[in-house]
C-alpha cells in the first residue's frame, strides 16, 4: 500500500530500493536487488529455454519455478525493476506476512529467491521481439537474446494527473489503487478522480471503509455502465462534484486537500480530502508485442487456453492480461501457472525435461 497502518501519523518513508537485509538471524538470500546490477557482458548468457521479460510479482515468480525446474531462465526485468510495487510503501495483503512488509522489500526478496535458483536477472527493457519462429529472439540495451520459450510478464502502469505533487504525495495519501490501500482511510474522506467503470468501481469499495467519497469528474455525465452509475448516483456515502478537474494536490508529508478548476467558468477552490484515488485507467505495456500477440480493445493481451497466447512457447502473466484482478497475489500466481505451462510445452516437444511435478 501506501500510508502506514492508523493513518498519516505513522507514515513510514518511501524507500525505492530495498537493501537485501533480511530479519534477525537469518542468512541474506544470494543476489538481493541492492546489489550491483549483472550485465549481459558480465554475464555472457544470452540464450536460455525460457527468457521471463518483466520482474514484478508475476516475472519474478515465474522466473522462481522455471528456475527451479531447471530452465535456467534469463529475466529481462525492465528499467522498473521490481515492478509496481517499488513505488509503494506498506504492503499488507500479500500472504505470509502478517505485519505487512514494504513493497521494495516483498520485491527484493522475490527476486533473491530467484537468483538462488539460478535465475539470471538483468535490468534491461525489451525494445523488441520477433516471435515469428523458434528460437524466440528479443533485443534489450543492444544485446540479442534468444529463447525456446517467452513468458511475457511486463504489467500495466496507473495513469496518473501528472501533477508534481500528485508524484511527491504518492504513498502518502495518493494511490491508485483502492483495493490495496482503501484499509487506511477508515472514517476518512477521500477524492476519487474519473468517471468510467473503474473509478465507479474505486468509489463504492471505497465506501466500506471512508466516511465520505467524492467522485470529481471533469464532465457532467458519467461515462461507466448504468449499473454502475446508479448503484454511485444512489449511494449516500458518494458524492459528486461535476465539470471539475483536479488541478493540484495539496499537503506537506500528506495529503490534506487538492485544488480543482471548474472546466465550464474556470473558477478555482480548494477541497480538503485525506486521500486521493487517481482512477483515470491503466496502460498496460504491451507495444513491443503488438506486432505478434493478439490484445484486446483497451490494449491488453488476450491469453489462450491458461496462459498460453496465439504463438506456441509464448505465455502471459500478471496485469499485462489481467485487468480484473490486478493484485501482486495474482499476478504471483500467474507467474507460477506460466511457468508450469511453458515448462510443459517444453517437455511436450522435447526442449527440456520435466521437472516441477519433483521440484516443490
Ligand atoms: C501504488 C500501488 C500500490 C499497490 N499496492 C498493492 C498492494 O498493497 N497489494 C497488492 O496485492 N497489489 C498492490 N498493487 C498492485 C500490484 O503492484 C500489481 O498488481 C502487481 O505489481 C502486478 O504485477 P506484474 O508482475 O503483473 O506487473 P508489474 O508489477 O507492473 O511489473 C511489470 C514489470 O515489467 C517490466 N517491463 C515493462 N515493460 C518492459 C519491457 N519492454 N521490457 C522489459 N521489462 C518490462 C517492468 O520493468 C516491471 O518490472 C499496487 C499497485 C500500485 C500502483
Known sequence: ???????????????????????????????????????????????????????????????????????????????????????????????????????????????AQAARFGALVLDVDVERVDFSRRAFRLWAGGVEYSAQAVIVATGAS??????????????????????????????????????????????????????????????????????????ALAHPKIRFVWNSQVIDVLGDDHVTGVRLRDTVTGEERDEPTDGLFVAIGHRPNTDVFRDWLEVDSKGYLVVHGGTGTRVEGVFVAGDVHDHRYRQAVTAAGDGCRAAIDAERWLAEHGLAERATATAW
Open 158 to 231: 496507473a495513469m496518473w494527473l501528472g501533477l508534481e505533487n500528485e508524484t511527491r504525495l504518492r504513498g502518502r495519501g495518493v494511490s491508485a489503487c483502492a483495493t490495496c490501500d482503501g484499509f487506511f482511510f477508515r472514517d476518512r474522506k477521500v477524492i476519487v478522480v474519473g468517471g468510467g467503470d473503474t473509478a465507479l468501481e474505486e468509489a463504492l469499495f471505497l465506501t466500506k471503509y471512508a466516511s465520505e467519497v467524492v467522485i470529481v469528474h471533469r464532465r457532467d455525465q458519467l461515462r461507466g455502465s448504468r449499473i454502475m452509475q446508479d448503484r
Open 1 to 111: 500500500m501506501s500510508q502506514g497502518m492508523g493513518g498519516f501519523g505513522g507514515l513510514k518513508p518511501l524507500q525505492i530500493i530495498g537493501d537485501g537485509a533480511q530479519p534477525d538471524g537469518e542468512q541474506p538470500l544470494a543476489a538481493p536487488v541492492g546489489s550491483p546490477v549483472t550485465t549481459p557482458s558480465e554475464e555472457g548468457r544470452t540464450e536460455a529455454k525460457v527468457i521471463i521479460v518483466g520482474s514484478g510479482p508475476a516475472g519474478l515468480t515465474a522466473a522462481i519455478y522455471a528456475a527451479r525446474a531447471n530452465l535456467e531462465p534469463i529475466v529481462l526485468g525492465g528499467y522498473e525493476a521490481g515492478g509496481q510495487l517499488m513505488i509503494t510503501s506498506e504492503v499488507e495483503n500479500f500472504p505470509g506476512f502478517p505485519e505487512g512488509i514494504q513493497g521494495p522489500e516483498l520485491m527484493d526478496r522475490m527476486r
